[in-house]
């Protein structure tokens, strides 16, 4: 990621860990894991899945959501992503906290490579349940998001997921939500 220290020039900056250290100037930086949402919507008896419209694994599929930006909670963050990639959020009661909208229900890891920097991140899953919803509720973000698929359980192929940590979380969601399922 630095060939050369930003402090100083030096090429003998080493990366170790989540830190960048030049012994020459003293410079450290720490690429510190960095904070991301993804949602599980349910209606009815599907999940709403979306296509990813770039790379990483461009037309893979997704969970809503993305990094949390500097400043926000994850909750915050997850709100403002689902505005953003499909112009849809669940109603919020006034007053009412979003902890009281999204339930958080699993945590994993991941990285996420852009532009042949890896980035590791600490993905957070929320789910919530909707009665309906369809795709003439939502305005996809067209430059990030391909399509999208309402899909049943037994319908999900987890080789067509993105990232491994959406399909950990998927498993995660159906171990403890799947009985209900037809509920
Ligand atoms: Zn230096």
Same mark, same amino acid.
């Given at each position: 990621?630095?060939?050369?220290? *930003? ?6 900056? @080493? ?16 690429? %510190?894991? =960095? ?9 009815? +008896?599907? /999940?709403?899945?979306? &296509? ?11 969970? #809503?959501?993305?990094? &949390? %930006? *500097?400043?926000?909670?994850?909750? +915050?963050? /997850?709100?403002?992503?689902?505005? +953003?990639?499909?112009?849809?959020? #669940?109603?919020? #009661? ?28 600490? @993905? ?12 003439? @509720?939502?305005?996809?973000? +067209?430059?990030?998001? =391909? ?14 997921? =993105? ?15 799947? %009985?209900?399922?037809?509920?």
């Amino acid at each position: 990621m630095f060939q050369y220290c *930003p402090g100083c020039a030096s090429k003998k900056i @080493d990366f170790q860990g989540n830190r960048f250290h030049c012994p020459d100037c003293g410079f450290v930086y720490y690429h %510190n894991t =960095a904070a991301a949402t993804g949602c599980v919507i349910r209606t009815g +008896e599907t /999940l709403l899945l979306l &296509v990813r419209g770039k790379e990483p694994a461009k037309g893979k599929l997704d969970l #809503p959501g993305g990094f &949390v %930006n *500097p400043g926000e909670g994850a909750l +915050e963050g /997850l709100h403002r992503e689902m505005e +953003e990639e499909i112009g849809w959020t #669940p109603p919020v #009661p006034p007053g009412s906290p979003l902890t009281g909208v999204y339930t958080l229900f699993a945590s994993f890891p991941n990285v996420y490579p852009y532009r042949n920097i890896e980035y590791n991140t600490c @993905d957070l899953f929320f789910t919530l349940a909707v009665p309906s919803l369809s795709e003439g @509720d939502l305005r996809l973000e +067209e430059a990030e998001i =391909a399509g999208v698929r309402f899909v049943k359980a037994s319908e999900i192929n987890f080789d067509d997921l =993105a990232f491994d940590s959406t399909r950990r979380a998927l498993r995660a969601w159906l171990d403890q939500y799947g %009985n209900d399922w037809y509920v």
